[in-house]
């Protein structure tokens, strides 16, 4: 067996023995272990910042992209926000133990549903550290056990994370093993770890489509997973014209880089006279460069604006950077096909104050998360109040959208009787 195989069946070994112990751990040992983890970000700052500096200074020499640059870099900012994620987790019901459903039969027999965690959850993920403790806080407070497999890109940075977590669970009192981080970069070790089904009973693939196509394609064990966001803000002929310029700057300029960050906005031509020189003015000063068809190009140039002509392939396009697409669209209709076509399934996003058009968008897009009058950056395990998220699942099988707690767990029959047998 190579050294590769024999790690990652140790580590996954060791966190199904511990997810024995801690599926009926105490929410105050959970939440004594958060409460750590939190603190030792804190105090570690310091010991964390220059991991993450090795990293991405290696990653830049290495020509890595600006958008995976930035979802690797770390600053104290963004420790402190990871700390205060992982308290929002802790502060979070307890979701285990919780009985749904419970009712007593025509015979007597008093029968409910009892959540429970899911068992043992590996993640293969790209780039982002902070992944490590969101992943991390929320299988603790769900109890399951964790087995993570971070890119080689981010290794000092991960590796220092997960032992803090470690660190944690251990004085804590939770078990070993809870949470297992892999040292092995070897791209085979993955594809070994997705045969492990004996093992594992789910994985979250986080990163870029290559990526989560070849864990889809190779697992034996669910994958939950996400997908290309390929964003959309619709701005109706009803829209309040400054809400809309707001909305689709923040959710555009606010952090480009990620999945629920804005790509093309659709403009009803009824409002696109006013609207695209107040958003083409705004859009300017953030250094946004913007690709329109003819309708919109030639609105903006004549209010003074650069703009270019957009491309086939910049509708349906995942950008990741300072650049949108613009379309005038005749209708609602014409902008919801627009959508059904070119979407991803991520979020979908309307502004309107017309009712019935807001309704309308609401139930016919078939998104993870469909917005009216807000940012698609609210997309978001913590900005919907689930703490922190494990990613942004965009298929329908077992769960959508952010996966937070509930999203992590199962359940089991709990059957009272009082000598009952079946006739």
Request: net charge negative; aromatic share 6%.
């Given at each position: ?261 804005l790509d093309t906005v659709i403009v009803h031509q009824d409002a696109a006279a006013e609207y695209l020189p107040k958003l083409a003015t705004v859009l300017s000063d953030a250094g946004v460069e913007m690709r329109a068809d003819s309708r919109s190009l030639a609105i903006i140039k004549d209010a003074g604006h650069k703009c270019q002509q957009a491309s086939n392939e910049d509708w349906g396009k995942e950008f ?59 997309n978001d395990g913590a900005q919907l109040g689930l703490g922190a998220e494990l990613g942004i699942s965009t298929q329908k099988m077992h769960a959508r959208g952010p996966l937070g707690l509930k999203e992590i767990t199962s359940y089991k029959w709990i059957v009272f009787g009082h000598g009952h047998i079946r006739p």
């Amino acid at each position: 067996m190579s050294n590769y195989m024999e790690e990652a069946s140790t580590r996954a070994e060791r966190a199904r023995a511990a997810s024995r112990s801690l599926s009926y751990a105490s929410t105050e040992t959970k939440n004594l272990a958060l409460r750590y983890v939190a603190d030792s970000l804190v105090s570690e700052t310091d010991a964390i910042l220059k991991a993450n500096q090795v990293d991405y200074l290696a990653a830049r020499q290495a020509g890595m992209n600006t958008a995976m640059l930035d979802r690797l870099m770390l600053d104290s900012s963004r420790i402190n926000s990871m700390a205060e994620d992982v308290l929002k987790v802790m502060y979070l019901p307890d979701p285990i133990g919780e009985m749904i459903e419970m009712r007593t039969l025509p015979n007597g027999l008093l029968a409910g549903k009892r959540r429970v965690p899911l068992g043992v959850i590996a993640s293969i993920y790209e780039s982002r550290p902070n992944v490590t403790i969101d992943l991390s806080s929320l299988c603790i407070k769900s109890g399951n056990a964790l087995v993570l497999r971070g890119g080689k890109e981010a290794f000092n940075s991960n590796k220092i994370l997960a032992e803090i977590v470690a660190k944690a669970c251990e004085k804590s009192g939770l078990p070993d093993g809870t949470v297992e981080f892999i040292h092995s970069t070897e791209r085979e070790m993955v594809t070994y770890l997705l045969k492990m089904n004996h093992l594992i009973d789910m994985v979250i693939p986080r990163g870029g489509s290559g990526l989560i196509n070849m864990v889809r394609e190779n697992s034996t064990i669910p994958v939950v997973a996400g997908g290309v966001g390929v964003c959309h803000a619709y701005v109706d002929r009803a829209a309040n014209i400054d809400d809309a310029v707001k909305i689709v700057v923040n959710a555009k300029v606010q952090r480009p880089t990620v999945c629920n960050a804005l790509d093309t906005v659709i403009v009803h031509q009824d409002a696109a006279a006013e609207y695209l020189p107040k958003l083409a003015t705004v859009l300017s000063d953030a250094g946004v460069e913007m690709r329109a068809d003819s309708r919109s190009l030639a609105i903006i140039k004549d209010a003074g604006h650069k703009c270019q002509q957009a491309s086939n392939e910049d509708w349906g396009k995942e950008f990741l950077s300072l650049v949108i697409a613009i379309k005038t669209a005749e209708s609602i209709d014409e902008a919801l096909r627009h959508i059904a076509y070119y979407g991803s399934g991520h979020s979908e996003a309307i502004i309107s104050e017309d009712y019935s058009a807001v309704m309308r968008f609401l139930d016919e897009v078939d998104a993870s998360c469909v917005f009216a009058n807000a940012s698609t950056r609210f997309n978001d395990g913590a900005q919907l109040g689930l703490g922190a998220e494990l990613g942004i699942s965009t298929q329908k099988m077992h769960a959508r959208g952010p996966l937070g707690l509930k999203e992590i767990t199962s359940y089991k029959w709990i059957v009272f009787g009082h000598g009952h047998i079946r006739p």
